[in-house]
């Protein structure tokens, strides 16, 4: 089995062991006898965020000041892992509101800001969303059609985001509008909209293939006025910071992808053993262990990729190459070794009777979400043809 647990080559502290151990409670109590419920039903469990937040899951990265448990990315990932070798639908949902709609705030908010937004999102009273995609802009976040125009000290939207986590439950949502024009990178602004905003509602709600519990929807913004005080950061540099929130948010995918990854290999390393064929357990023919070999050897590269990236925003580095790359391998990594989880299971993995099937159902988001794995490698190439190592 891979775990937290049987990684001591890997230099861990207690505090991620207690990270682990929270999680891994929290996962067995509140996520996995509900599992293939909430994906059967798309039910958004909204009700256990504040639980996680009372363990200090909502606010992971948020200094103790702002009702944050002040942890690093290491403490990040180790969540993130955990709580996705249960349900990755939870462990994206987590993720999302940690790394995109938190982090933001905290990155570019002002002390006022902070002091009024974090403390409710780290306790998990308040669910945080994130809008930067639209229909006809996913990978091209520069042509949005989104706008804000200023008349005043207030700010006019008008538009609407897509595939936004928490887009109906959402409490807060950091939202980026074009102010200038489509195509400037300086023409972009981030906002905070508040649920309950006159103009601010919820549009359609996705019917996914995967992660079918985390809840993904439109955001639809119709004259929603909200105060110039609302305003993240300098006008016109939504668009710069929301790149650097997506170094950060790429780490969150890797670790959701490792997630996965080691929860369809544990199950598939379990059936092997257990399942019997011409005299002895399938894990004894080559076929099968080659299989697991390729699986767990993917596993660990992703792992140590991962944890590189951890370690360099620690540090507070440039993330930007070794983010992409963890996130790019480990996305790869976790839809190849769910797909061979399936197999190991035979007949029985395309049934719903093993949770191998929703595995690889929720795998694929992980090679699209925070940037296409093609996007990651835009990323990659541009950064060492400039000569970085």
Known sequence: MIDFELRPEIQTTETQRMVFEAARDFAAQFIKPNVMDWDEAQYFPAEIFEQAGSLGFMGMLIPETYGGSGMGYHEYVTLIETISMVDPSIGLSIAAHNSLCVNHIY???????????????????????????????????????????????????????NFITHGISGDIAVVIARNGEKGDNRGMTAFVVERGTPGFFAGKKENKLGMRASETAEMVFDECVIPDANRLGPVGDGFIQSMKILDGGRISIAALSLGVAKGAYNAALAYSEERKQFGKSISNFQGISFKLVDMATEIEASTLLTQKAAEMKNQNLNVTKAGAMAKLFASETCVRVANEAVQIHGGYGFTKDYPVEKFLRDSKLCTIGEGTSEIQKVVIARKILNGER
């Open 107 to 161: 990155s570019f908010g002002t002390e006022q800001q902070r002091k009024k937004w974090l403390p409710k999102l780290c306790e998990g009273s308040a669910l945080g969303a994130w809008g930067l995609t639209e229909h006809n802009t996913g990978s091209d976040a520069k042509g949005m059609s989104t706008t804000a125009r200023k008349e005043g000290d207030q700010w006019i939207l008008n538009g609407t985001k």
